[in-house]
């Protein structure tokens, strides 16, 4: 296929999905589903990053949901218990959380492998655990209400129907945003470094800075998206923050396509309706079926079920253009 006649249906395809999700809160189309809506933008944003992180640059992290607990008690505490106007706390928050990835990124990317994989379980732990204990701060165990609203001037982000648009605005910019960065000279460097970190050093790329400022991004596109959630539900508590959160968005990434960046939506997707709608019902269990699910799809579909799913819709209109031409 062309290149000209792939980047055709990629626009096709991307005004396709912005055509649905225009018409998804409005009532008459699937109004019923605008807040679970909301949370698969949510978690699609914090999934960009891990797949930035973990899909280009080979980098495995267990902690992504620290930097999404991070952000979303920054901004709560920020705007209801200092008064600070929330987009400034929500500015503020996504600046210290990428500071503060700034800051433990050189120490914790000398490790490799396993080592890195542990550093990183470590960190989302003792952060979940400052969550729980700083009481005084964050209201412990028992969380945080009356975090205000987002507003602008006097439009008021006050109904599920106004932050469904709120959320998804953020979330195109973030896709189209880490879209741009893979296709550019950076994303060509994240992919050398993924291959063989000795192989980029030695044709000049700085492995360690790209590696950082990718988990700086990562951590910045996760405190929004931390941002956005307590200001949608307007309490914060520990629990979406902990360590099988950070495995369910490892579980997005995996199934979406760790080098997809559009397949975030869809892994977020899944799993949110898989979270939802069936694992309830199982109770404590959902921890060990969840890391079936990342076990058996590395195993058969390595590349993601989005992608896979995206190989299989391209060979079977390839199939059909041919039959098309023969008769």
């Known amino acids: ?31 019923r589903y605008t807040t679970l809506m909301i949370f698969i933008g949510i978690y699609a944003i914090v999934t960009v990053g891990l797949c930035l992180l973990m899909g280009y640059t080979g980098q ?22 200092y008064g600070v106007n929330p987009w400034l706390a929500m500015f503020i928050a996504a600046v210290m959380t990428g500071a503060f990835a700034y800051i433990i990124g050189y120490p914790i990317f000398r490790l490799r492998g396993n080592y890195l994989a542990m550093a990183t379980l470590g960190l989302g732990l003792i952060v979940w655990v400052l969550f729980r204990e700083l009481s005084h701060f964050t209201g412990g165990p028992d969380g945080m209400a009356g975090i205000p609203y987002l507003s602008l001037g006097g439009f008021v982000f006050d109904s599920a129907f106004r932050r469904y648009f709120l959320v998804w605005f953020f979330c195109m910019a ?70 099988l959160a950070s495995v369910k968005l490892v579980v997005m990434a995996v199934i979406g396509g760790l080098a997809s960046v559009w397949g975030a939506i869809f892994g977020a997707g899944a799993t949110r309706i898989l979270s939802d709608e069936i694992l309830l019902r199982f109770g404590q269990w959902d921890i060990i079926i969840y890391g079936l699910i990342l076990m058996l799809v590395m195993i058969f579909m390595p590349e993601g079920l989005f992608v896979k799913l995206k190989e299989v819709f391209n060979r079977l209109r390839l199939r059909y253009r041919q039959k098309g031409a023969e008769s």
């Open 174 to 243: 973030v896709l189209l945003i880490s879209q741009n960065i893979v296709r550019s000279r950076t994303g060509r460097a994240l992919r050398a470094i993924h291959g063989s970190e000795a192989a980029s050093e030695s044709i000049g790329i700085n492995v360690a800075q790209f590696k950082v400022k990718i988990l700086v991004l990562s951590a910045v596109y996760a405190s929004i998206a931390g941002s956005l959630f307590v200001h949608h539900l307007r309490f914060v508590s520990p629990q979406p923050f902990d360590f």
């Open 60 to 81: 495995v992290s267990l902690g992504q949901a620290a930097f999404f607990g991070i952000g979303a008690y920054m901004s709560a505490i920020l705007s209801k218990t």
């Open 1 to 31: 296929m062309s290149a000209g006649l792939k980047s055709k249906w990629a626009y096709l395809a991307v005004a396709a999905l912005l055509a649905f999700l225009i018409l998804v809160p409005f009532d008459w189309f699937l109004g």
